[in-house]
């Protein structure tokens, strides 16, 4: 049971919104193909959600332009899971829900081991890895191989906005209990 208002729901959910919007942003411009040329447009994921960026990159980048653009999206991706957490831990919806909700579960799963508590770069506790595995494909319906998946799947199109959309439904489910 919750103690928000509904004033507070809604300040939760326009504030989930908008670190989305954030996050499309930055991907329009940082997406995964960043490296593969010097003049491009926002992929159609973006562009389609109104985050047409149209980028040219100098010719000559640096050592670590060139290393910090294979990662970027990666970490950009990491951060808005630690984002969504901490809007949801803010109003103690993460206590609420890691009883009785497998979207919070997630959430919690990956931003412990995503980067909040650790370098996000490798898997360190593999039970997670395979819990957070079975908890998206149960989730968003997808068919991900616990035995293959070697780190923490974070796409933007089948997790992360599928991620969103239900942690807004779970955070709006809570208004029947709003005082």
């Known amino acids: 049971m919750t103690n928000l208002t509904q004033k ?39 562009s389609s959600r109104g985050f047409d960026i149209q980028v040219k990159l100098p010719n000559k980048k640096s050592e670590s332009f060139q290393r910090a653009a294979k990662g970027i999206g990666s970490w950009l991706n990491q951060n808005y899971v630690i984002r969504l ?62 035995d293959v998946i070697k780190s923490y799947v974070l796409s933007v199109d089948s997790v992360l906005e599928p991620m969103k959309n239900k942690t807004m439904e779970y955070v709006k489910s809570l208004e029947i209990h709003a005082v």
């Not at 989930?16 to 447009?41: C, G, N």
């Not at 909700?101 to 593999?126: C, E, F, Q, Y």
């Open 85 to 146: 957490y901490g809007i949801l831990d803010s109003k103690q919806i993460m206590k609420i829900g890691k009883e009785d909700s497998d979207i919070i579960k997630l959430i919690n799963i990956l931003r412990m081991n995503i980067g909040a508590h650790s370098t996000g770069r490798k898997v360190s506790k593999k039970d997670d890895l395979d819990k957070a595995t079975r908890l998206i494909n149960n989730l968003f319906n997808l068919v991900l191989s616990v």
């Open 8 to 46: 507070e729901i809604n300040e939760i959910c326009n504030e989930i919104e908008m670190q989305w919007e954030y996050h499309l942003m930055t991907r329009a411009v940082f997406h995964s193909k960043i490296s593969e040329s010097d003049d491009y447009s926002s992929p159609s994921f973006y």
